[in-house]
């Protein structure tokens, strides 16, 4: 499964893919707002990416790893999670530093939400952010969700918690 936009390509995650993504999760930002995800070497790296590939195939969606359409340079990963607490897939979505800031992540999200509606048939998506990751919130206000509430996760994160009704939305 690939998706493309201009600029980007979104495919299922690969092995080669370990270095990049232990890099992401040491990134100050991804600790700071996602967590310690016990990516510690990159044995775990492949194991998290294995994790991901399970989600694909138990889910029929998971994170896509987002690359530069032309050099192949990864940028980040962008895709749906079913996080069992949610009547609909989560849109998640981390992009590396050098990656922030170029419109990259709204890009990508913009392909994984045609691909949900256009593809899987869903009617609406979830999105959380931590309370104090204003980029992220702007991002998922820019792509049509509407901030619902907030969240008390594992008595560690506030979140604020978003939907996106896709039968309505307008793009």
């Known amino acids: 499964m690939i998706l493309s936009t201009s600029r980007l390509r979104l495919r299922k995650p ?16 991804w600790l700071r707002f996602i967590g310690n995800r016990g990516v510690h070497t990159l044995k775990d790296a492949n194991r998290y990416i294995d994790n991901a590939l399970v989600h694909f195939e138990n889910h029929g969606y998971g994170l896509f790893a987002v690359e530069d359409k032309l050099t192949g340079k990864p940028l980040g990963m962008c895709g749906l999670i079913n996080r069992g607490i949610f009547s609909a897939p989560d849109l998640g979505f981390a992009l590396l530093p050098q990656a922030r800031g170029q419109g990259i992540g709204g890009e990508a ?29 702007k991002l998922l206000m820019n792509l049509g969700f509407k901030k619902r509430g907030n969240l008390f996760m594992s008595g560690v994160f506030a979140q604020h918690f978003f939907w996106l009704d896709l039968k309505t939305r307008q793009r």
Do not use: C, K
């Open 14 to 29: 690969v092995a080669d893919d370990r270095n990049w993504i232990f890099a992401l999760n040491h990134d100050p930002l």
């Open 109 to 137: 999200g913009e392909a994984v939400i045609s691909y949900a509606r256009d593809t899987l048939g869903v009617n609406y998506l979830t999105a959380m952010t931590h309370a104090d990751n204003t980029d992220s919130q």
